[in-house]
Structures are given as structure tokens and as C-alpha cells.
């Protein structure tokens, strides 16, 4: 396994990475219209802004891109494993790698969490520390969870 810092070129893995979760794994716990808002938050623009930034990461294992994860100062974002290498452990190589990332710099790290997520941030030791919910189309809300981590 090894991480690489995703450049412009590696940004349609990123985008496959992200929409293939998105689409197999959250229908099972959202709406249609959330899983709308998910794609158009994590979209080309979105993912591109951050890779020129110098944010976004790719996981590299056996030869192919399992997962992504975007550390934007001390905000985790976007940490996505495709859904056929669920539960290999990738998750949280990506989720320790973000975290030693934002302790270089930042002595905690914040990130915005879904509630079926909540369990495995706080198993990593993240607290909650707001409850947000985000009008969408349709009347639909997105509820989710603000979780902050002490690092160092």
C-alpha cells in the first residue's frame, strides 16, 4: 500500500473513486435527492479544486487506486474506498494517513460525517461536536455529524 499526492492527470480516479461509492453504497441509507447533493459536492470541479491545491491523495495497492482523501488544512474530507475493497482495511490506512497529514500542522482535525460514519469516527476517537442538517431538493434534508479528533 502506498499513498501518492494526487495531481490533475489523476483526477478522473479520484472522480470514479468517489461517484462509484457514492452511487453502490449510499442509496441504502439516503434519499435520492442527498445522493444528488453527495455527487455534486464531490464533483470534477470540486475534486480538481483540490488536487491543484495540493489537498487530495490517492491509495495505491497491488498496482491500482483503491481509495482517495483529502486533507484541506485540518478538515478530512472525501475519504472514499471503492465499495469492492470495503473492508480491507484501506479505510483506515486513509483515515491514519489523513490524520498524521493535519498533525503536521494542526494539533486537532475536524470532519463532517454521515450518521451510518459516525460509529467509525468515533471508534478513531472523533467527538461530535455539532449535528447539521442541510436542506436539499424535494423538502429532503441531509442530517449529519460535525466530529472533531484531538492529534497531538
Known sequence: MEF???EEK???????????????????????????????QHDMEHILEDIRKGYTYLLCDEGKFVGTGTVARRHLKRGYVLPNCQNKGYGTAIMQFMEDKAAELFKDAVIETSLPGCI?????????????????????????????????
Open 10 to 40: 489523476h483526477a478522473p480516479e479520484v472522480l470514479h473513486i468517489v461517484e462509484t461509492t457514492i452511487r453502490e453504497i449510499y442509496p441504502a441509507y439516503y434519499t435520492e435527492e442527498v445522493v444528488k447533493f453527495f455527487l455534486e
Open 120 to 152: 467509525f469516527h468515533e471508534k478513531r476517537g472523533y467527538k461530535t461536536i455539532r449535528h447539521c442538517i442541510t436542506p436539499v431538493e424535494n423538502g429532503k434534508v441531509l442530517v449529519y455529524e460535525l466530529m472533531q479528533k484531538k492529534l497531538r
Open 4 to 6: 501518492i499526492q494526487a
